[in-house]
């Protein structure tokens, strides 16, 4: 065993509420102190949920980019040089750099790493896709320049694995699968818990299908109004409850309250905002709705059949999330009336407190967290 500490810095561009940050934080809830010193690193933080967290475990947290930059464009060109800076005066060469990336333009971050002399170069694939055409050649053109710049790859999925790592990596599938995990005691259903919230919300008679993302067009919110207008026509009583905000230059919030307007079912659409109170929500809706036009691998579909919740998802999303029967997938070629008569069906699925196939299947965070320790020990020899 080495006779100091491995320093791990966690990186991510816009630290706020999703995905990626339910990562982080389940990491730096769970590693041995003992083993690891753990830095967080972003471009911006946009929440303060987590701080108090951090600083009881003594976690620095470093923020290149203190004021907040919708822009990703600008976030870019001022995170770019404050994380040279960073690279020159805070770390050394034997530091292990975890890069949490959607997208290869982030690569460039890798680069700087690399040329800084950063021995151990993770690269860790959370999505498969990006939105706009722009986005998509843009990831291209990096993928050609700066896919070689990690040393190492962990992915959360096949397909984030094909969005962004080398095809030799992928082919030989030389990178490593981190399970998006969850903690499965928190979210496991409870039936008296389900009533309490249902009755703190006054939700007691509505049939009530949740959605919890980030408010943009992977999301694809627009086509979920569409569905529920369907669902309100058959079942008038239901509500359809929208937990996030919106993640960009854009007011999409706006623009989807002024859509429920528009098809007539803005009181049955309920704006609930962010929420760190996510798993016992999932304990009182009914049905979770995903119709994402891409996905790496959502941690919300973990925590939704965690907490037993049937769960209706567009075929985009990648199969590997079916872990339990709860999962059911539609096309985004169905009509808004086919995902409303399915979606109605599934509300009606008995939900049992069981979350054996979750962690048979590694996907309870205390082993994942265990796994990452062992990885990180291995890289940090290989290079030392």
């Known amino acids: 065993m080495q006779n100091k500490k491995v320093k791990v810095v966690l990186f991510e561009d816009k630290f706020g509420l999703g995905g990626i940050e339910t990562f ?10 003992n083993l690891f010193d753990i830095e967080l690193v972003v471009v911006n933080k946009v929440t303060d949920q987590y701080d108090s967290l951090f600083e009881s475990l003594g976690v620095k947290v470093k923020v290149l980019v203190p004021k907040e930059e919708l822009d990703p464009i600008k976030r870019f060109s001022k995170g770019l040089p404050a994380f040279k800076k960073y690279l020159r005066t805070n770390i ?14 982030d690569l460039l971050y890798v680069y700087l790493a690399k040329k800084r002399g950063i021995k151990v170069r993770i690269v860790h694939s959370h999505n498969s896709s990006a939105t706009s055409s722009l986005k998509k050649v ?9 896919s070689a710049t990690p040393n190492y790859y962990f992915a959360c999925s096949r397909l984030a694995a094909e969005w962004l790592f080398p095809k030799k990596v992928c082919k030989y599938k030389k990178y490593f699968f981190i399970r998006n995990a969850v903690d499965t005691q928190k979210y496991k259903f409870d039936i008296a818990k389900r009533k309490k919230i249902r009755k703190q919300y006054k939700w007691n008679d509505n049939l009530i299908f949740g959605e919890v993302g980030r408010f943009n067009k992977q999301k694809n919110h627009l ?20 937990v996030g905000a919106k993640d960009g230059i854009y007011d999409i919030d706006e623009e989807l309250k002024a859509f429920s307007k528009k098809l007539g079912i803005e009181k049955n659409v309920l704006f609930f905002g962010k929420s760190s ?3 016992d929500l999932l304990q009182a809706f009914d049905i979770f709705m995903l119709p994402s036009l891409y996905e790496g691998l959502p941690f919300v579909l973990v925590e939704s059949q965690a907490a037993s919740l049937p ?33 109605i069906k599934l509300a009606s699925m008995t939900r049992a407190p069981d979350n054996v196939a979750l962690v048979k299947e590694g996907y309870d965070v205390s ?3 265990k796994d990452l ?12």
């Open 277 to 279: 109170k996510v798993a």
């Open 24 to 33: 982080i934080t389940n990491v730096i809830l769970r590693i041995d102190y």
């Open 373 to 384: 320790e062992k990885l990180y020990l291995k890289f940090y020899r290989e290079n030392n």
């Open 311 to 343: 769960s209706l998802v567009s075929s985009t999303v990648t199969n590997e999330i079916k872990l339990t029967k709860y999962i059911r997938f539609e096309s985004l070629k169905s009509s808004p009336k086919e995902w409303a008569d399915t979606a």
């Open 223 to 242: 086509f979920l109004l569409r569905i529920f207008k369907e669902v309100v026509r058959l079942k008038p009583n239901s509500l359809l409850v929208l």
């Open 367 to 369: 082993s994942m967290v």
């Open 92 to 105: 050394s060469r034997d530091t292990i750099i975890h890069f949490n990336l959607s997208d290869s333009i």
């Open 138 to 146: 843009a990831h291209k053109v990096g993928m050609i320049f700066l």
